[in-house]
């Protein structure tokens, strides 16, 4: 569900009633100032930056959307009203029943979107892999910003090889959740496969020394030609 408790226009540091373009210009000034990349020799402060980053790209995500945008505003006028702050509409009644219904309606996408991702590690387990990248995108469909069904996309794409597809969906399911145990998990599984680089006991640089051995047994075989 949307983080409606959460002030995300507190994060862009925007009004309530900025337009698109406001929210945009907002965004790009903050993520230029919070980029974990202007930070490449300070794990410290890289890793602050990487969460404060991921939590204004997370307020752009939604508050750029008029859809995601139009559910926040709804969610948090509900909360508002039943912590017994009234928030009157145009026609001068309260928005709790539209709230309500916009609250009933994510429910039941994150309820069939979670049906979704059992089903994908169900399929998973059983090694159907095109079935189970099927279901895991629906849920995806469904609730785009849920880290853990990018991760589990991520753990399918490994399961059939496709490393780069996987390292860009557990890269996603970072974003949107630094902290995500699954996701972290994978990553460590991704580095651990990536070719190592150095000399080995002759002086052959690592992931080199078979093709070098062939051309050195295509040099002995034309030799002995001559």
């Known amino acids: 569900m949307l983080e409606y408790n959460e002030d995300l226009y507190a994060v862009l540091g925007v009004?309530?009633?900025a337009a698109p373009e406001e929210i945009r210009k907002?965004?790009?000034?903050l993520a230029k100032k919070l980029h974990p990349d202007r930070f490449p020799n300070d794990p410290e402060k890289r890793a602050e930056a990487q969460t404060e980053f991921s939590k204004v790209t997370r307020a752009h995500d939604v508050l750029s959307d008029a859809k995601q945008r139009e559910e926040y505003n709804?969610?948090?006028t509900l909360a508002k009203t039943r912590s017994g702050v009234a928030t009157a509409d145009s026609s001068g009644g309260t928005?709790?029943?539209?709230a309500t219904a916009t609250e009933q309606k994510i429910e039941n996408k994150e309820s069939?979107?979670?049906?979704?991702?059992?089903?994908?590690?169900d399929l998973l387990r059983r090694k159907k892999f095109a079935d189970a990248e099927t279901a895991i995108k629906e849920a995806i469909r469904l609730c785009p910003n849920n880290a853990l069904y990018h991760s589990t996309l991520a753990e399918i794409h490994l399961a059939r090889g496709w490393k780069t597809l996987a390292q860009t969906a557990?890269?996603?399911?970072?974003?949107?959740?630094?902290?995500?145990h699954e996701a972290k998990q994978i990553e460590?599984?991704?580095k651990a496969g990536q070719p190592k680089t150095g000399k080995d006991a002759k002086g052959n640089?690592?992931?080199?020394?078979?093709?070098?051995?062939?051309?050195?047994?295509?040099k002995e075989l034309l030799n002995k030609k001559m």
């Open 15 to 17: 009004e309530e009633s």
């Open 26 to 29: 907002a965004y790009l000034k």
């Open 74 to 76: 709804a969610l948090r």
């Open 95 to 98: 928005a709790t029943a539209t």
């Open 112 to 121: 069939r979107a979670v049906k979704h991702n059992d089903r994908a590690n």
């Open 170 to 180: 557990v890269q996603t399911a970072l974003k949107l959740d630094p902290k995500l």
């Open 188 to 190: 460590l599984k991704l």
């Open 205 to 218: 640089e690592s992931g080199s020394h078979e093709k070098k051995g062939f051309l050195d047994q295509l």
